[in-house]
DNA sequence: CTGAAAGCGCTTACAG
DNA sequence: CTGAAAGCGCTTACAG
């Protein structure tokens, strides 16, 4: 049909080499920045991709380039809630489609409580070849030790699910803790004009609970912003996770403050303090806890959770391994935070929830 | 390293060629069901394709491929509210991605108010040359005509925002609106355990009014699924949506309704009932109504609206495309029904929504 | 510092 | 009904 068109305007590699006088070999040492180029010939070959603005054909470059990228991953194994599964998942659909780019993907897991598990994965993974690593920086000065080096070595790496700040990560890719902590009391309060609220942190491990911590801060924060002065707060903490234990300092909390009429949990653990109820038959207290897991969603069908605050898990693996992606494949900007959003799970959107 | 795999298993139409004893052109007719291939070689080759799992290399494919995939998008122009331009930035991520891949996207709009400017440019597409249509399927019958003839000529088409169910469409993407209705009385529920509750449609178009009223049949049998005695239900239909008459409108129902504790609106008008809110300064009741517009998240950062529903109208745009791309281009199976998640907007988290 | 040539795994005329 | 050959836009040794 276009007639005036028959000689389309070359606008690749070719065209470059055309316009710069020089073979598309040299075109191609200066768009990889490869060395072995007169500082003149890069300099006019830059111009002229300036000019033309060169997009290189990211097909064409993979099918021609026999180069593999080679990501690891180092997250917690799942056990005792099987919260690990989502983002395990994310990162296998990620690795469905970015597979055919070159990239292939190894995953390491650790013992959330086992500190000597972190470290020896990550040095197993600095003995191996990786271009790239998504950490899940549970234990801190692990963490940080290990990120040390990968940084010395030029190996980038994208923290999810918490955030070591000012540690030149990549990126982060996780919740906004203190914010759904507001959140939560926020939900509780609009439920509860007046009346006493328990706080409840369940964990063993030491580290993570750093974490709970910038949850009950953003809980407590909502609470003295808005002058809710009729609502009370106490807490109580939890480091024996066995049934029986938790159900005595239950019993305990219960006790001592019987008038408490909404609890709130820093993480998904809920389900432990829903059973509670469910055994004590306790059915007027609102409830609200973290994290859609399946025994979560059973007890917020029952009626006995009344709301979960739920951060894309499988999202967050998903994002991690693509914005390493982006970066190294495929040399785009990334952002450098990635809050995932606060979402709130009932009865009646859970099934229409996607992680 | 691994010298015994010198020489690797070919795995692509070369290697099937070879087993088949024909040439890779044969092989590509058979992949692709061209015709002018006997059925004996039809057969060996497929049994050998069979055999070996053989995965086309889509990079290559779409390299050497120089067809290109014309996409049309037939959406509502934005207009009173800029709900629209959120499913078109959506499309525009989209594009953006598939683009590489040979695909180009055509956009029509037409005027929610004006029923014939959706069949002119349904006429416009069918006279054009396209491989896929996005249709927001507002008018019924005038929609029914139009994928009456795509079905026809073999034309494939995705809904979005609402569907015509049984209609050959290759899926429908978008909200369960019975349910939203059915959240949205829970939430309402939940603040307020006893009380009077407004029910507003605003809309001109009649058409669309039938998608309020899935909203509100969820939201009324919310009340009457759990036996929430307490809790009275009114409604009014608001047709004139001017701003003096709405706000007459809403006069006239708390004059009659002096008790109204709270108030649903079932699109993204609420916006018109907060500036109502604010205007006559009415704080002590709870206001729930749809859609992540920056009007509506003005009057929630405010406090005026307490929570929004949202349906994720960008992520509509984008899965909408990727369907048709998906199916058109990649040839993969996609799911029929994708409904969007419920998500709950409030003060607390909309700055980390991601529509 | 630079270039000619082969090749990535497909698709597409064209010829038979 | 079938095949040989050119080509998609890059990358990669290799040779100079």
Chains 1, 2 share one sequence.
Request: charged share 25%; hydrophobic share 40%; with cysteine.
């Amino acid at each position: 049909m276009d007639k005036q068109n028959d000689k389309p305007q070359l606008s690749g590699v070719k065209e470059i080499a055309r316009r710069a006088n020089v073979s598309i070999a040299t075109v191609d040492r200066v768009i990889h920045n490869r060395k072995g180029v007169s500082e003149n010939t890069r300099k006019k070959i830059n111009e002229i991709i300036e000019e033309i603005g060169f997009q290189p054909n990211i097909l064409a470059s993979r099918l021609a380039s026999k180069k593999v990228n080679r990501f690891v991953v180092l997250i917690p194994e799942s056990q005792e809630t099987d919260y690990w599964e989502s983002p395990l998942r994310g990162i296998g659909r990620a690795e469905d489609e970015i597979k055919q780019y070159g990239v292939s993907i190894v995953r390491y897991f650790y013992d959330l409580n086992d500190k000597t598990t972190f470290s020896k994965a990550a040095e197993k993974i600095l003995a191996g070849n990786f271009d790239g690593v998504l950490l899940a920086p549970s234990f801190i000065s692990e963490s940080l030790e290990f990120t040390a080096t990968c940084r010395q070595r030029g190996l980038p790496y994208v923290f999810i699910n918490s955030d070591i700040p000012a540690q030149h990560s990549l990126c982060y890719i996780g919740p906004h803790l203190y914010q759904s902590g507001y959140q939560a009391a926020h939900l509780i309060s609009f439920g509860l004009k007046e009346g006493k609220i328990l706080i409840v942190n369940i964990s063993k491990e030491i580290d993570s609970y750093h974490h709970l911590l910038r949850k009950e801060e953003g809980f407590r924060a909502f609470f003295s912003e808005n002058d809710k002065v009729l609502n009370k707060l106490v807490k109580i903490d939890i480091r024996n996770t066995s049934e029986a234990s938790i159900d005595a300092d239950l019993d305990w909390a219960f006790e001592v403050h019987h008038d408490i009429d909404a609890v709130f949990v820093t993480n998904s653990r809920v389900q432990s303090v829903a059973h509670y109820f469910e055994k004590k038959n306790i059915q007027d207290k609102i409830l609200v806890g973290y994290d859609f897991l399946s025994e979560n969603i059973e007890y917020l069908k029952r009626g006995i959770i009344d709301f979960l605050i739920c951060q894309k898990p499988e999202e967050q693996g998903y994002i991690g391994i693509m914005s390493l992606f982006q970066h190294i494949v495929m040399g785009t900007a990334i952002e450098k935070e990635k809050f995932m959003p606060i979402d709130i799970i009932t009865k009646e959107n859970y099934e229409f929830y996607s992680n």
